[in-house]
């Protein structure tokens, strides 16, 4: 009992939380940096085929590097393209309430005693090349990859998903 008792006492010493959303923020931005430099980079040396190759490989690898042991980071969408990013039971509350209010605001959510912090994307021109009406010939080169794609038909300024932020 007493060992219980100490054990739930240090493992709560370890958690680390996000004490605000400017931490948060700060812990994000360089995630959200690589990600947009990696994805411009590949699409002006290999247009959309090219970078959807190069998105397909990096972006997960991208998101386990900024990771850390008191955090992890990803992104995810009720419409997702990776059905790695499909999101947790709760996450599609946060979602939908994005969707309706359409809010640039990131928020801090505890969940079940896990601490998060998520912030909302929106769609850009640039992204409409892969997350807008596609091509027929985008369309297959996505769809080899990724034969659920739920991830397009958007247009400028949808809502498109959130990046999230969990500590461990
Ligand atoms: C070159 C094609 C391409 C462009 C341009 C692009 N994306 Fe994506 N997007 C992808 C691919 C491929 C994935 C799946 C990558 C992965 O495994 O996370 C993806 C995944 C995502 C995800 C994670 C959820 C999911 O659907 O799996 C979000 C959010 C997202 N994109 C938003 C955007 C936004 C916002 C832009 C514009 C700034 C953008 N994308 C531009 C190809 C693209």
Known sequence: MKIKFI???FLSLCAYSFENKNEAQKILMPFKKELMKT??????????A????????EAPKIAVKHSSKSYEIGRTSKKYRNPNNKPEKWMEGVLSDYEKSKSKEGRIVD????????EPIYVKGLC???????SERTQKLISSKYP????YGYKINDFRGVFWLKSK
Do not use: M, P, W
């Open 7 to 9: 054990l739930i006492i």
């Open 39 to 48: 994805l411009k980079t590949s699409f002006k040396n290999g247009g959309v």
């Open 50 to 57: 090219g970078a959807v190759d190069k998105c397909h490989v």
């Open 111 to 118: 969940q079940d005693g896990v601490n998060y912090y998520v």
């Open 128 to 134: 409409l090349n892969c997350h807008g009406n596609l």
């Open 148 to 151: 659920e794609d739920k991830a």
